[in-house]
């Protein structure tokens, strides 16, 4: 899988509570043959609309703050350590002694 990757566990139907199979143990113990690759479970009803907008912001602010998190590394891997010659670093000529960083 991608480094990464987020997988997030969605139970629907959560209105027919006296037909649900799936325990919480159940979940949990899915998460963990997953590695805990699981960001985020959830429990929604399509029908009633319970948990639906919660678990979408949910989804929506985990994968901006990963974007944001990718980004800001990217930014850092691009201006980082930066091996530039004496010559570019110092257009007007300069010591040939000085630090080329």
Same mark, same amino acid.
């Given at each position: 899988?991608?480094?990464? *990757?987020? /997988?997030? &566990?969605? !139970?629907?139907?959560? #209105?027919?509570?006296?037909? /649900?199979? /799936? @325990?919480?143990? #159940?979940?949990?113990?899915?998460?963990?043959?997953?590695?805990? &690759?699981?960001? =985020?479970?959830?429990? @929604?009803?399509?029908? @009633? =609309? %319970?948990?639906? %907008?919660?678990?979408?912001? #949910?989804?929506?602010?985990? &994968?901006?703050? *990963?974007?944001?998190?990718?980004? %800001? &590394?990217?930014? /850092? %891997?691009? @201006?980082?350590?930066?091996?530039?010659?004496?010559?570019?670093?110092?257009?007007? !000529? =300069?010591?040939?002694?000085?630090?080329?960083?």
């Amino acid at each position: 899988m991608q480094k990464m *990757t987020k /997988i997030f &566990l969605c !139970g629907n139907k959560y #209105d027919q509570k006296s037909r /649900i199979q /799936i @325990t919480d143990s #159940d979940m949990e113990a899915f998460c963990e043959q997953c590695h805990n &690759l699981v960001s =985020g479970v959830y429990k @929604t009803s399509c029908k @009633t =609309g %319970e948990g639906v %907008e919660e678990m979408f912001k #949910d989804i929506a602010s985990q &994968l901006a703050m *990963t974007n944001r998190s990718r980004m %800001e &590394l990217q930014a /850092i %891997e691009e @201006t980082s350590f930066q091996v530039v010659p004496p010559s570019q670093n110092n257009p007007a !000529g =300069g010591s040939e002694n000085s630090c080329g960083c």
